[in-house]
């Protein structure tokens, strides 16, 4: 029997197939879908800031991209090495105006993303990133398929 099983913004959850995974509120937070096609366990994290580096106490590991993915990888993995793993990512998007890319929190957490993905050499299969627009983030741990579903109700399926 299949489970929705829900995501807030700064968590992440891990489970097994037939289950979905979903999250919503993406706009300038970014979330990251991990999954091991052998084993078709997964998991999604919704994180808002780039990195924990400028904070000292208190620290949400799931809020951050340089922490959360981490700790989602070893659970989905028990800890061990796993080549398997793939990823897809949405989100990211520029909700206000800045005229410096130093202040666009979405463009810099996309890149966060991309960067802590490559260190663990895990490829990033599609993505829906970027634009002015939030987006709801659907992940089906069966087959991997990711629905999109933006401001506009429009629906991408990654």
């Known amino acids: 029997m299949s489970k929705e099983i829900r995501i807030g913004i700064a968590d992440y959850k891990v489970s097994n197939s037939p289950d ?4 919503l509120g ?3 937070c970014v979330g990251i879908a ?5 084993t078709k366990r997964g998991g999604l994290s919704h994180i808002m800031l780039p ?14 991209a340089d922490l959360a993915i981490p700790t989602m990888i070893r659970e989905i ?4 090495f796993n080549k398997n793993l793939i990823a897809k990512i949405a989100g990211g998007a520029s909700m206000f105006s800045f005229s410096s890319n130093a202040n666009n929190i979405g463009q810099r957490n996309v890149e966060a993303v991309e ?11 599609s993505r829906d990133t970027g634009g002015n627009i939030g987006r709801t983030m659907v992940v089906d741990l069966n087959s991997f398929t ?3 579903k933006n401001g506009s109700k429009e629906i991408n399926i990654l």
């Open 51 to 64: 990195d924990s580096s400028s904070f000292i106490s208190d620290i949400k590991v799931e809020k951050f």
């Open 146 to 148: 990711i629905s999109i």
């Open 115 to 125: 960067a802590v993905l490559k260190e663990y050499r895990i490829p990033i299969l």
């Open 20 to 23: 979905k995974l979903i999250t």
């Open 77 to 80: 993995t028990s800890g061990r």
């Open 26 to 28: 993406l706009g300038s």
């Open 34 to 38: 991990i999954y091991d096609p052998a």
